[in-house]
């Protein structure tokens, strides 16, 4: 497929600027201007070339040009923030048909009704929403979502709380429910530096790869995400005084754990009984 048209088009900052548009507080955006950065990221979706990608936030397109230069069948984005239209309109008039943009907030957004039968999901994710989001993504592909990757940039703090395992200091509900039906690891760091305008905190590029066998086994992943709320709500709090009256020797436990003490698999067994 020709890269051509996209090749053309002007720097995205030099397109911000003749827009005369810059990033915006309230939606959380920090833009990525860097070619190397936003080529590395899109290279890494898996299969991208047999993929359809949804991308969310696109803001001025950044991201968006790499996955299409990428080889990326199509690329959906879904944008809240409509004043960055203008660019988005070039970069789609270049795309060979190749790039649709969806006006709207992807939190609501029903990725079942876009008409694909499959896709991939990259996003340099706001900080304000990206782990609302994440969470709503993995219980989709609990209940069959037919999401075939994540490659996703948060808050470097954010990544390892993603990634962690029991015991671990970051360990939460994020580990738990990503655990559970998926494989993911951190791919690699983003400096500040790169973006604009410069968050205080420094980013990392996250893979998240559903597992098949996880999921058929995981059970009811709603009850187990309000256990996981409940548990590490009070995470300073012995398990025992936050569920009174349960027999936690039939779980091989005292009750004084606390929820960072309990496995994944062990979340998804309490949900399971208790709820």
């Known amino acids: 497929m020709s890269t051509t048209k996209l090749e053309s088009l002007p720097p995205v900052s030099e397109m911000m600027r003749n827009a005369g548009l810059e990033p915006k507080k309230q ?3 920090n833009f990525l201007f860097d070619l190397n950065l936003t080529g590395r990221i899109a290279r890494s ?4 070339t047999d993929r359809i990608v949804i991308e969310v936030g696109p803001g001025p397109g950044g991201l968006t040009r790499a996955l299409l ?4 069948r199509r690329v959906i984005a879904i944008e809240k923030d409509k004043t960055t239209r203008p660019i988005l309109d070039e970069i789609m008039n270049a795309s060979d048909g190749r790039l649709t943009v969806i006006y709207d907030d992807a939190l609501r957004v029903d990725f079942s009704k876009l008409g694909i039968s499959e896709y991939a999901i ?3 994710l706001p900080y304000n929403v990206g782990t609302e989001m994440l969470t709503q993504w993995l219980i989709r592909m609990a209940h069959g979502a037919p999401i075939r990757s994540m490659t996703l ?3 470097r703090e954010v990544a390892e709380r993603i990634t962690a395992r029991p015991g671990d200091a970051q360990y939460g509900r994020l580990g738990v429910l990503t655990s559970l039906v998926s494989d993911a690891r951190i791919l690699f760091d983003v400096p500040n530096t790169a973006f604009v305008p410069r968050p205080r905190v420094q980013s990392a590029v996250i893979s998240v790869i559903p597992n098949a066998t996880k999921i058929n086994s995981v059970g009811d992943i709603d009850k187990i995400e309000k256990i996981t709320a409940k548990l590490f709500g009070q995470r300073r709090k012995m398990i025992r005084g936050i569920m009174p009256g349960v027999d936690w020797s039939h779980y091989g436990l005292t009750g004084t754990e606390r929820a960072e003490n309990l496995t994944p698999e062990m979340f998804a067994r309490l949900a399971h009984d208790l709820l």
């Open 27 to 29: 939606f959380g955006q």
């Open 122 to 124: 990259c996003a340099n």
């Open 69 to 72: 230069m990428a080889g990326a």
């Open 45 to 48: 979706v898996p299969d991208i």
């Open 153 to 155: 940039m948060f808050q």
